[in-house]
């Protein structure tokens, strides 16, 4: 008998077919698909009518003049075009005049096209609001808050230090070195200078031994955003978390700490699966927009690594239709004499001299070093990975067929449909 599934990939599926006898284990999060009979924006609407920590939006909406709402960029699930319409409804709800900008928070990304943005927030939201794509390179945009307590500086997008209230949209999934997604992320990196992002992300920061998915308490680089955060004047969030499908599963709304911590421990409930440990490892990022450029893939592949035993194979189905994701994470490895190189120089590099996508670098670095990585991915990044030192596949079995080749007294299969939606409790 054959175990068949069904990976995310771009926006559908690839197959993966094994022997059940060498699957070892197929680690799914315990959330579960949206309730058909729950209507997304009635969940919303229930979460901004009972704020945890907070008055309502409406109420804190009064007598404010100018409103600036942050909403994610085209690189993250985030629902927006349910998200923010009954958010923007809230605040005029208290204050019908209040003057209100959308900032796109794009923190170190490429900016959002209009596509991209009437894609993601509807053409009718787009049209009628007034959005802001944000750009961290651009000073003129920023303003100096101080130091964090890092000691990494902090300057913020001006829209935020002029507005008279700041709230902020998102989704709560894992991450791979703040804990969490969402929350305090809206300010850093989400609408914060390049400097102060990449400060935040620095080798230090990133190696700390509490800088791991699903961990908040003693994280260094959250401490640094709720500090940020707090410092930026947000006051109001609402997040949501999302199923397989995006669809709204729950939502969260109110002080940026109470309702994302609440947020957070319903996710890492849902999210957390024990390790275990085969020799061959199989993830995916999630699909689309999650899975569109090898950067953001590096993500799923810390999953596996916490899944696959030192030495073995760590194959990652992610399309990757924008490629690299960024020339400067993969000039690490094209300069450097493999992982280890990287590694060991990304480590020499000062704090304040952190440069763009080194963290990604590091991590994919790390992961390298503990296992031999197949990237199953769009074509066009296969020179992509040969740069990087990373092997290329077109399809998973493909890759299985090179992962038994490397391995072949290899003793069996774990495979993580999605790497990017599970906490592994790791044993190594």
Same mark, same amino acid.
């Given at each position: 008998?054959?175990?068949?599934?069904?990976?995310?990939?771009?926006?559908?599926?690839?197959?993966?077919?094994?022997?059940?006898?060498?699957?070892?284990?197929?680690?799914?999060?315990?959330?579960?698909?949206?309730?058909?009979?729950?209507?997304?924006?009635?969940?919303?609407?229930?979460?901004?009518?009972?704020?945890?920590?907070?008055? @309502?939006? +409406?109420? *804190?909406?009064?007598?404010?003049?100018? $409103?600036? /709402?942050?909403?994610?960029?085209?690189? &993250?699930? =985030?629902?927006?075009?349910?998200?923010?319409?009954?958010?923007?409804?809230?605040?005029?709800?208290?204050?019908?005049?209040?003057?209100?900008?959308?900032?796109?928070?794009?923190?170190?990304?490429?900016?959002?096209?209009?596509?991209?943005?009437?894609?993601?927030?509807?053409?009718?939201?787009?049209?009628?609001?007034?959005?802001?794509?944000?750009?961290?390179?651009?000073?003129?945009?920023?303003?100096?808050?101080?130091?964090?307590?890092?000691?990494?500086?902090?300057?913020?997008?001006?829209?935020?230090?002029?507005?008279?209230?700041?709230?902020?949209?998102?989704?709560?999934?894992?991450?791979?070195?703040?804990?969490?997604?969402?929350? @305090?992320? +809206?300010? *850093?990196?989400?609408?914060?200078?390049? $400097?102060? /992002?990449?400060?935040?992300?620095?080798? &230090?920061? =990133?190696?700390?031994?509490?800088?791991?998915?699903?961990?908040?308490?003693?994280?260094?680089?959250?401490?640094?955003?709720?500090?940020?955060?707090?410092?930026?004047?947000?006051?109001?969030?609402?997040?949501?978390?999302?199923?397989?499908?995006?669809?709204?599963?729950?939502?969260?709304?109110?002080?940026?700490?109470?309702?994302?911590?609440?947020?957070?421990?319903?996710?890492?409930?849902?999210?957390?699966?024990?390790?275990?440990?085969?020799?061959?490892?199989?993830?995916?990022?999630?699909?689309?927009?999650?899975?569109?450029?090898?950067?953001?893939?590096?993500?799923?592949?810390?999953?596996?690594?916490?899944?696959?035993?030192?030495?073995?194979?760590?194959?990652?189905?992610?399309?990757?239709?924008?490629?690299?994701?960024?020339?400067?994470?993969?000039?690490?490895?094209?300069?450097?004499?493999?992982?280890?190189?990287?590694?060991?120089?990304?480590?020499?590099?000062?704090?304040?001299?952190?440069?763009?996508?080194?963290?990604?670098?590091?991590?994919?670095?790390?992961?390298?070093?503990?296992?031999?990585?197949?990237?199953?991915?769009?074509?066009?990044?296969?020179?992509?990975?040969?740069?990087?030192?990373?092997?290329?596949?077109?399809?998973?079995?493909?890759?299985?067929?090179?992962?038994?080749?490397?391995?072949?007294?290899?003793?069996?299969?774990?495979?993580?449909?999605?790497?990017?939606?599970?906490?592994?409790?790791?044993?190594?």
């Amino acid at each position: 008998m054959s175990m068949k599934l069904e990976i995310p990939y771009g926006r559908g599926t690839l197959p993966f077919e094994w022997p059940d006898d060498k699957v070892r284990a197929v680690l799914i999060p315990k959330g579960g698909e949206a309730d058909p009979n729950r209507d997304e924006t009635a969940i919303i609407e229930a979460a901004l009518a009972h704020p945890i920590g907070s008055p @309502r939006l +409406s109420e *804190l909406a009064q007598g404010k003049r100018k $409103v600036l /709402v942050i909403t994610s960029d085209h690189t &993250r699930p =985030v629902p927006s075009d349910r998200t923010l319409p009954p958010l923007l409804a809230e605040i005029r709800r208290g204050n019908p005049d209040a003057e209100i900008t959308i900032l796109v928070a794009t923190g170190m990304h490429r900016a959002t096209t209009r596509e991209e943005m009437v894609g993601k927030f509807g053409a009718e939201l787009v049209a009628k609001e007034h959005f802001v794509v944000h750009n961290s390179f651009d000073q003129s945009q920023m303003v100096y808050k101080g130091t964090l307590p890092s000691g990494c500086e902090f300057s913020v997008n001006r829209l935020a230090d002029e507005a008279d209230l700041v709230v902020s949209d998102g989704f709560i999934e894992p991450h791979f070195f703040a804990g969490f997604s969402g929350g @305090r992320k +809206s300010i *850093l990196p989400g609408i914060t200078s390049a $400097v102060s /992002v990449t400060s935040n992300h620095c080798a &230090r920061l =990133v190696a700390h031994e509490r800088a791991r998915t699903g961990i908040l308490e003693g994280n260094p680089i959250h401490e640094d955003m709720v500090f940020a955060a707090r410092k930026a004047g947000l006051a109001f969030i609402l997040n949501v978390v999302i199923d397989e499908h995006q669809r709204v599963t729950h939502a969260f709304a109110g002080d940026l700490e109470a309702a994302h911590a609440a947020g957070c421990a319903l996710v890492g409930e849902h999210s957390r699966v024990d390790a275990v440990v085969s020799d061959i490892a199989v993830t995916s990022n999630g699909g689309y927009p999650l899975d569109q450029n090898v950067y953001q893939s590096v993500k799923s592949m810390t999953a596996a690594e916490a899944c696959c035993r030192k030495g073995g194979v760590i194959i990652c189905a992610s399309r990757c239709e924008d490629g690299s994701g960024g020339e400067i994470f993969v000039d690490w490895f094209k300069r450097c004499n493999g992982p280890q190189d990287v590694l060991d120089q990304i480590m020499r590099v000062p704090d304040k001299e952190t440069g763009p996508d080194q963290w990604q670098s590091q991590v994919l670095a790390r992961v390298m070093l503990h296992a031999t990585v197949i990237l199953v991915s769009d074509e066009r990044c296969k020179p992509i990975c040969e740069d990087i030192g990373i092997r290329w596949a077109p399809d998973i079995m493909t890759a299985m067929a090179m992962a038994v080749e490397l391995k072949p007294d290899y003793d069996a299969v774990t495979v993580i449909p999605n790497g990017i939606s599970v906490i592994v409790q790791a044993d190594r």
